[in-house]
């Protein structure tokens, strides 16, 4: 019982790993896609991958707190070159990495997993704001407005969404229970 425990919890970590990728596809789209609309001409590709990002002036938030991370952790800043790869694997790995905590809540709460579905993406955008600000990333959640937050939340709505559904499809018997 045990061995198959744990090869339950290893199946669930996996797949909710891949269902987090897929969430970070979406949500990176949504993105894209408003980007786009208002105006911005970058091709996806590079959009996706942050190309312009040269130095860490004009990071996004996971660049700034993968820099702030490193800078606690070893007591030194990277250089500006690093900009770019940082907000890459910071992006995904938060993307990746909540997926895999979402396959592990899956497996070892009795709770369907459509309520999780319900409460995993305005959990995993409640807890930046909590987080970022910790590292000056983003200011308190009440120094933005309302339509700042409905358009972040939104995003975050589409990520659990698509994480919960792609797992749902990737272990579909992966149960508290085993």
């Keep these: 019982m045990r061995k198959q425990r744990k090869s339950s919890v290893v199946r669930a970590v996996s797949a909710g ?3 987090g990728g897929a969430g970070t596809v979406a949500m990176d789209l949504i993105e894209y896609g ?24 004009n990071a996004s938030g996971p660049g700034q707190f993968g820099r702030w991370l490193v800078q606690r952790v070893t007591g ?23 997926g895999a905590q979402f396959g592990i809540l899956a497996c070892t709460r009795r709770r ?5 579905a319900l409460l995993f993406g305005p959990a995993v955008w409640l807890a930046s704001y909590v987080i970022l600000p910790v590292a000056k990333v983003y200011r308190p959640i009440w120094h933005y407005d309302a339509t700042t937050l409905a358009r972040d939340l939104s995003v975050h709505v589409a990520y659990g969404a698509v994480t919960a559904a792609t797992f749902a499809v990737l272990a579909p018997n992966v149960t508290a229970s085993g």
Excluded: F
Aim: aromatic content about 10%; charged content about 25%.
């Design 76 to 98: 030194r800043d990277l250089p500006n070159e690093s900009a770019r790869s940082v907000t890459n694997v910071v992006h995904w790995a938060t993307g990746v990495g909540w």
């Design 17 to 19: 790993a891949v269902a």
């Design 112 to 116: 369907p997993r459509w309520e999780l």
């Design 34 to 57: 408003r980007y786009r609309r208002g105006g911005g001409t970058q091709r996806l590709g590079p959009w996706e991958t942050a190309e312009g990002t040269d130095k860490w002036d």
